[in-house]
């Protein structure tokens, strides 16, 4: 696949964005879209976002790409920043191959203002055959420092899980709501 359109698409979003994003001590907002297609049917795709206001800032974009013969793929994302000091954010990507071939990953993680934690990742994939395999890990820190560390899998319609709980002294505890 020819990623011209794609970095031409990307190179107009950037400069728009970067003309117009207020300086730190400004109030705004900002938004961008471009579309970009290819002479064999592909089309690039890509939107970004981002304000800045008295109770916090966030920024998010999102590209997507396709060749024209079945495949598409795409990636987004989001960052949250709290006036309070707590911030959020994610990204994921997904792909669709032609061969009916599919995925998606993606993470996500959200810190407190007063210390608390969490954060998560991803992942599932299903083959041309239509096996499917996934897999997420979870870890999450209260502000007094007990945390949580879990994953679960999903190999050929079987599922795994495990967890544990820890106090802020690393010793092992039981987890609340029965894990």
């Known amino acids: 696949?020819?990623?011209?359109?794609?970095?031409?698409?990307?190179?107009t979003l950037t400069g728009?964005?970067?003309?117009?994003?207020?300086d730190a001590?400004?109030?705004?907002?900002?938004?961008?879209?471009?579309?970009?297609?290819?002479?064999?049917?592909?089309?690039?795709a890509v939107t970004g976002a981002a304000a800045r206001g008295e109770h916090g800032a966030h920024a998010r974009g999102r590209k997507i790409i396709s060749d024209g013969?079945?495949?598409?793929?795409?990636?987004?994302?989001?960052?949250?920043?709290?006036?309070?000091?707590?911030s959020a954010g994610r990204q994921g990507s997904f792909y669709r191959?032609?061969?009916?071939?599919?995925?998606?990953?993606?993470?996500?993680?959200?810190?407190?203002?007063?210390g608390g934690s969490a954060s998560t990742s991803g992942s599932v994939?299903?083959?041309?055959?239509?096996?499917?395999?996934?897999?997420?890990?979870?870890?999450?820190t209260g502000a007094s420092g007990n945390t949580y560390n879990g994953s679960t899998t999903v190999n050929d319609g079987q599922i795994s899980h495990t967890g544990t709980c820890t106090n802020a002294a690393g010793e092992t505890i039981a987890c609340r709501g029965g894990n």
């Open 1 to 11: 696949m020819n990623k011209t359109p794609l970095l031409l698409a990307l190179l």
């Open 16 to 22: 728009a964005l970067a003309a117009t994003v207020p």
């Open 97 to 114: 191959n032609a061969d009916g071939s599919a995925g998606r990953q993606g993470s996500a993680f959200v810190e407190g203002p007063n």
């Open 69 to 86: 013969q079945g495949n598409v793929a795409g990636r987004s994302g989001g960052y949250v920043q709290g006036a309070d000091g707590g």
């Open 125 to 140: 994939a299903r083959d041309a055959d239509g096996s499917v395999n996934a897999s997420r890990s979870t870890t999450a």
């Open 25 to 44: 001590s400004a109030q705004g907002r900002v938004r961008g879209r471009a579309v970009a297609h290819s002479a064999d049917g592909g089309r690039a």
